[in-house]
């Protein structure tokens, strides 16, 4: 599982961020690094510290495919979902990742490790169908080389 | 002033440099259509209906963004253009609900004009339904986001004019919508329910909580008397639904219309504005004489008191505790009235029309029941008073005028004035300046504080007492205002603020698409109004008089505390906030 929050941990974070120029987008990375999740809390303290209104805090936290506004699994898989990729055969392959999972895509699987959700493009559509694990991008992968890819996590 | 030339469609124009094609083209009376594009907020070319053929450019140029350059040659009708509208209309549509004889802006919506000015009659593209909930959460707004085509012109009025934000755009690309926070309901969210967020919204996706069947209902039960108030700003906009200009609609047709709707009594909320000035007035000077709360602030409109309650606490006790003129007539019906005409309160039902959405809410705060019932039972706006005329089946424009019942539907100049904004200082002052003075006032038009722009100062000498007023419309430029008071770069002595721009004759209740423009000429005609009448100064209506001395007794006496005046309550910005529960 995640590391779970508190409302002391989170304002720590964003008060390293208080000062710094543009400083909602490092701060927003930095409690997605930690948590997987921009909670309740960060967005009201956000709203605070950057004197933004939480709406569009709401906002930044939901157009970014890295940030999520409810929780995710310990590790997020996305995948591409631009044209390139899907002409590639991307369906293919997360009909496998779902398969393999037993979760549909925007669902975490239960005990937390993985979630399967789908991205704008990651910008490598010369290796396409993409997809990334956490920070890490994939390619060229093959429905048989599915298991072996989940059990590194 | 520096000028291009350019051509369009073969006309000739000279603008000032900067001017948009859009502007451009009205000049030689050439339409543009658009639907981002709102006249009174910043361009955001995302709708992209607006494409003219700029000679010498590949692309198609969005004629609400670009500016006319020089000697250019403009082409707003040619197939390439036509066909990129109707691609982009019929895009919209395969997003958007196919139930346009059920929707609520049916006849009244850009989209749907549009589209039949296109002639758009089949979708190549595949429909898509979304199947979002409706919010209903709030008393006021109500908001079908499945409606939304995403313009973003309700996130631009709630920020920039009033300072709220609660809508932003979330997601991004297909699935982007607009919605508040956490997409949380705008009942449960720092929203003042001032429904400029429907006046900005060219479809049916935002719209007020229609209740006129609630009052059908009262009308038909034989049990039940049912009053009616109307505020100033109704008479003015209400023309604009049958088709006249503002302020054209007489008076008296309304009240012979509400008649033939079934209301027992039809009174008018400007015999409380009177009581109002009287009370608010009389609070004014004793605030100045015994050292207290200053500046007072005015507290009609409910939208500005829920904004001061959601974004500056601190200043609830500059408000002036007297009631709305719509809560006081509402506790004065199922008393003074109640018990002049010897009916049980429990029997009558106490309907308000107003211009505005957030009066909705307001009748519904749990201290609003000072009478021992709900002191007023349903608000409608200017829009569903419309709705019913034409239920009806009224011919309002040829309708025999009829008067007032008494003594509630009194009124003098003073309280017409109060649906603009201004309206209430001035007619304040207009009182507050005889009372100190003894004198009569050679002019009673204090037009320093009339008019549209956004923060009016005035002093008034009161006979060597000077009085420093401010008049602020929009809780945006309230917020300004608020601020410098702050930051102790201001003083005044008294504040009218009214949460929507040009004051109520803009309310979020006001016929569907209200603009500045039309909001300047409900502005004129409610002077005009004023002008006409033989009474302008409040304490000059004798049914106040009577009202004081058969009842009341005395301006901010132990009745009117009772009845009149009320407290505010601190609420938090942010829905979820852990530190207010």
Redesign the interface.
Known sequence: MVDSYTNVSVDKIIAEFKDVKSGLLPALHAIDEKYKVIPEEALVKLSQVFNIPVSQIYGVATFYAKFAVNQRGKNVIRFCESAPCHIAGAAELVAAFEKQLGIKAGETTLDGKFTLEFCQCVGMCQEAPVFTINQQPYFNVSIEEIPEILARF | METVTAVIDGCKVEVAKGTTILDAAKTVGIKIPTLCYHPDQSIKANCRICVVEVEGVQLLQAACATAVGKDMVIKTNTMAVREARKTVLELILAHHPQDCLQCIRNQNCELQTLAHEYNVRENRFEHIDENLLLDLTSPGVHRDPNKCIKCGRCIEVC?RVQTA?????????FKVGVA???NLGLGE?ACINCGQCVHACPVGAIYENDQHEQVWDAICDPKKHVVCQMAPAIRVALAEEFGLNAGELEMGKIVAALRQIGFDKVFHTNFTADLTIIEEGNELLHRINNGGKLPMITSCSPGWIKYCEHFYPDFLDNLSTCKSPQQMFGALVKTYYAEKASIDPADIYSVSFMPCTAKKFECIRPEMNSSGYQDVDVVLTTRELARMIREAGIDIVNIAPEDFDAPMGMYTGAAVIFGATGGVMEAALRTVYEVVTGKTLQDINFTAVRGMEGIKEATVDLDGLEVKVAVAHTTGNARKLLDAIRAGEKFYHFIEVMACPGGCIGGGGQPYGTTNEIRQKRIDAIYDEDAGLPIRKSHENPAITQLYEEFLKEPLGHKSHELLHTHYTKRS??P???EEK
């Open positions: 920020e934000a609660v809508y932003s755009k979330y997601n991004r690309g508040p926070v956490l969210v910005l942010y979820f906030s852990k």
